[in-house]
């Protein structure tokens, strides 16, 4: 089956650093891969579409330049979150869709724990 | 639009059955339903499209009501292994991503 692999798993890290977070398909080409948030017993919240060779598309409310996303080819896609501020603490998962359209399911990442002290 | 889910929690036996319901206000082309384990990533269970259909495997089968823009998950003879949250997701279009529902909890105990 699809694979994508995230890492790394934690990062525990003080206040004002920048933490990349990557996102791989690691059995198949993935032209869009999205990045989403979640909070502790919350739902998984869409920050961005990445998209291969062109700007991610950034969902309301999500800073461009708080959270760089780069798609650098068919197989990786990378999530910076720069200046962290305790705030930005929470679990970042990326996923990756098989083909172009949705009717292929979004296989995810096993996600990112970010700590920010 | 975030898609509605209902029951936010349920608690089973093993053994007994479940309905998980998922529903939008808008036209919806796709319904996408994952399990999440704590701490975990969500795990793939199947996809439903447009056109009214149903799928299934084992214990695990869902259904898609275009019409009434709705989908609801069936668990059936629940296992220990059934615990975590369930998740709808739902696309609007070929196109765009899924957005999810706040999830349902589900607990089974022997």
């Known amino acids: 089956g699809a694979v994508v692999s995230q890492h790394p798993s934690w990062v525990i890290c003080k206040s004002g650093t920048s933490v990349k977070i990557e996102c791989r398909s690691l059995d198949f080409q993935a032209t869009t891969m999205f990045w989403y948030r979640q909070f502790p017993k919350q739902s998984l919240m869409l920050m961005a579409t990445s998209n291969e060779g062109s700007k991610a598309t950034y969902e309301q409310g999500v800073e461009k330049d708080k959270f760089l996303i780069n798609h650098a080819s068919l197989t990786l896609s990378t999530l910076t979150v720069t200046s962290a501020h305790p705030e930005d603490s929470s679990f970042y998962i990326c996923?990756?869709?098989?083909?172009?359209?949705?009717?292929?399911?979004?296989?995810f990442g096993d996600g990112t724990r970010l700590s920010i002290l | 639009q975030q898609p509605v889910q209902s029951p936010q929690a349920v608690i089973l036996r093993e053994g007994e059955d479940a309905v998980i319901n998922c529903s939008s206000s808008k036209a919806l082309y796709s319904v996408h339903w994952y399990r999440q384990k704590h701490g975990e990533a969500p795990v793939f269970l199947m996809i439903?499209?447009?056109?009214?259909e149903q799928k299934g495997h084992e214990k695990i089968s869902a259904s898609f009501n275009e019409k009434k823009q709705q989908s609801s998950l069936y668990l059936t003879a629940s296992q220990l292994s059934y615990s975590g949250t369930y998740f709808c997701?739902?696309?609007?279009?070929?196109?765009?991503?899924?957005?999810f529902g706040k999830g349902t909890r589900l607990s089974v105990i022997a």
């Open positions: 996923s990756a869709r098989e083909g172009g359209t949705g009717n292929q399911p979004q296989h």
């Open positions: 439903l499209l447009k056109g009214g």
């Open positions: 997701g739902t696309a609007n279009s070929g196109n765009t991503p899924l957005v």
